[in-house]
Each structure stands twice: as C-alpha cells, then as structure tokens.
C-alpha cells in the first residue's frame, strides 16, 4: 500500500524556522517526482514545491521562494521541507503529495498532512 | 501564470446530477491536462478524475470529466449525488512555468 506520513509540524514565532518530513512506503521512491502543497485554515490548496526523482528539477511558488528549501534522501525514502523566515500567512496545513503525472503534472497520492501554525 | 476560476458552492438533492465549471484565464484548456481533487471535511484530498476524463480506480463511474475548448473550461459532473459526495473539489492544471495551478475549490452541498 502506498502511504505517505508527514511529521515535523507545530507552533512556531514568525521569524523562526521549521523542517518537515515525509516518509514514503510502498513504491519506489526514486522514480516518483513528490510536492509540498498547504492550505491555510478555510482556504483552498496552494502548491508550495516540486522536486523531480533524482532531486535536480526543483520548483517553488513565489510565496517562498527563497524561505523554503525542499530536498529528499532517496535512500531514506524520505522528502523534506526547510522552511525559514516564517511568517503568519504560512499557518497551514502542509501535505506531501506524489506526482503522478507521466509527462504532465497530477498528483495521485496524498498525505494526511502536518499543521504549521505561525504565531507569537 | 493563469488562473482557473470555479464557482464557491453548488447544491442539489440526492439523486440529481451537479456539474462544476473550471474555466482556464489564458492559454488553451486542451493544451494541458486538467485533474479534479476531492476534499471531504476533515480529511485529505483525493483525486477524482485525471487527465481530463479518467477516473483511478475505485471511484465510481457517477463522476465524470470533460473540457470545452469554446468555453476554455473543464468541468466535473457528478451524477446521482449522494450524501457521501458533499465536499470540496478543486480542479488543477499546468503551464511550463508553473507545475501546478489549482482553482479555489467549489463547495458540493447535497440537500
């Protein structure tokens, strides 16, 4: 079976730094592209990064470029999210979400997600 | 980048059918596939319909996908709606600059 658990959430002051994990079972991990996508409390989902199988393709939203830093250990089969210089608009939810796409862009495998809260 | 605009809430009655609008701002909706992702409350997404019109495995044929290139839009029916499809759906493509674009979601009330 295919699952994906995130962990690493929590409260965080803005300014502060947060690293989330996901780790995968059930398929091969290299061979699959994976994203970070959150939602906010009572919003919709917004895509934050991509990053392809062997980890040299990365994208991110212009929301964070530059605060967040996504990575993966394929022998650990786990993906990461270094999130830096946090601010209050990132309170979220944040799910890891593997790409199912095969020369297109689809997610097909979702996490239960990890809440973020930002606030002094 | 574009955006994809659906409309913030749709309802009907059990049994009836509800069709949900995804319309693409710019560049053409055939161009690049469309996803349709279901949010129950308190629970994860999950996808619904992929490229266009194809439906994963386990989810019944009542949910069905299709694009109109007149229109620029996609669009999600679900027909002989049940209690247990009132959620969230969010519609989703892509551009080359920008791997994934999700619209703002519509909420399926079934009365």
């Known amino acids: 079976e295919v699952q994906l658990a995130e962990s690493g959430g929590g409260l965080v002051q803005p300014g502060g730094s947060l690293r989330l994990s996901c780790a995968v079972s059930?398929?091969?991990?290299?061979?699959?592209?994976l994203n970070w996508v959150r939602q906010a409390p009572g919003k919709g989902l917004e895509w934050v990064s991509y990053i392809s199988g062997s980890g040299t393709t990365i994208y991110y939203a212009d929301s964070v470029k530059g605060r967040f830093t996504i990575s993966r250990d394929n022998a650990k089969n786990s993906l990461y999210l270094q999130m830096n210089s946090l601010r209050d608009e990132d309170t979220a939810v944040y799910y890891c979400?593997?790409?199912?796409?095969?020369?297109?862009?689809?997610?097909?495998?979702w996490g239960q997600g990890t809440t973020v809260t930002v606030s002094s | 980048n574009f955006m994809l605009t659906q409309p913030h809430s749709v309802s009907e009655s059990p049994g009836k059918t509800v069709t949900i609008s995804c319309t693409r701002s710019?560049?053409?909706?055939?161009?690049?596939?469309v996803q349709w992702y279901q949010q129950r409350p308190g629970s994860a997404p999950t996808t619904v319909i992929y490229e266009d019109n194809r439906r994963p495995s386990g989810v019944p044929d009542r949910f069905s996908g299709s694009i109109d290139t007149s229109s620029n839009s996609a669009s999600l029916t679900i027909s002989g709606l049940k209690t247990e499809d009132e959620a969230d759906y969010y519609c989703?493509?892509?551009?080359?600059?920008?791997?994934?674009?999700f619209g703002a979601g519509t909420k399926v009330t079934v009365l």
């Open positions: 710019s560049g053409s909706v055939a161009s690049n596939y």
């Open positions: 059930g398929f091969t991990f290299s061979r699959y592209s």
């Open positions: 989703q493509s892509w551009d080359t600059d920008v791997p994934y674009v």
């Open positions: 979400a593997r790409d199912g796409g095969v020369g297109y862009y689809a997610i097909d495998v």
